[in-house]
């Protein structure tokens, strides 16, 4: 009882428990550190969303640091892996209406028993191929019905977030779509909108409509990402957190899992006993992004979650950085 009580205490909202604040908690409790790593993914297991390992968004909310995102798969697929991330201890969802599975999902969601409270629901709207402010607004409004049609079935009644899967191919149809976006948070059905592929300047495009600041950007980033966005990935990160928004990273291990990438990630692994795969999830949450992970076995779903019992060197990650 006592352990539960710490943990929840120290994972505030915002907050991400380190290896060395566990420490000094821990034994400012009682508790022995040499089981941190197993008492990390148990606690983890129960907690809801808000105390989960994360990051506080620009709303003040906690966003936990890992995230499954369904994908392009049938209902049932939706609904079996939903449940079983549940049980393994994801709150955080993405649920995509690219993936063509919300309902699916919203019944898993319904049959698991968890408390709505408990858990991170993020939908999302494509309304990229239009072009001017009209034609974008009515389609991603539309696309936001949709949302909460797809997601009813499971008695989802809100969402916690609401994204944009890509931006218009303009900025009056990016102000189109992010206008119908703050209608959907002014009518309390989105506690929060974020956006996905937007580059710093259209990111600019939604700020300038002096409304509501995004909270997440969803970009492919990770370990291996190093040549991409004209060789400045290393940059991404800090151009949106000095905008106010937080990073996720989607496919986060598609490089980081081949060539180069994946023998640094391993060789590193080796000192904390962790394997390439969960080195390159924590390089993420270490350069201040979270990630979303495509997980479909219960094997890899325990491990993406089991990272939060170690953290990167400043030395790895800079060496990580560069591939």
Known sequence: MLAVLAVSLALAPGASLTRREFASFASAVGLSTSSLPAFAAAAGKTLPFAAQPGFKLNTGVNFPSASFG???????????????????????????????????????????????????????????????????????????????????????????????????????????????????????????????????????????????????????????FGAYYGGKAAEVVAENTKRGVLVQAWSPLRKALSGDAKKACAQIGEKYGKSAAQVGLRYIVDTGATFTTQTQTKKHFEEDLNIFDFELTSDEVAALAKL
């Open 70 to 224: 369904l994908q392009v798969y049938d209902d049932d697929t939706a609904y079996k892996l939903t449940r079983v991330a549940l049980d393994v201890g994801y709150r955080n969802f993405f649920a995509s209406v690219l993936a063509r599975n919300q309902k699916g999902f919203a019944k898993a969601i319904k049959d698991s028993g968890v408390p709505r409270e408990d858990l991170f629901i993020c939908g999302s709207v494509l309304s990229n191929r239009v072009q001017g402010y009209d034609a974008a607004f009515k389609l991603s409004k539309r696309g936001c019905e949709e949302n909460m049609q797809a997601f009813s079935v499971g008695g989802i009644d809100y969402v916690d977030m609401i994204m944009l899967d890509y931006p218009g191919p303009d900025a009056e149809a990016i102000r189109g779509q992010w206008a119908a976006l703050e209608e959907m948070g002014t009518s309390r059905l989105s506690r929060s909108l974020a956006v996905s592929n937007f580059s710093p300047g259209q990111l600019d495009v939604v700020l300038g409509m002096k409304g509501t600041v995004p909270t997440v950007n969803q970009l492919p980033y990770g370990v291996g």
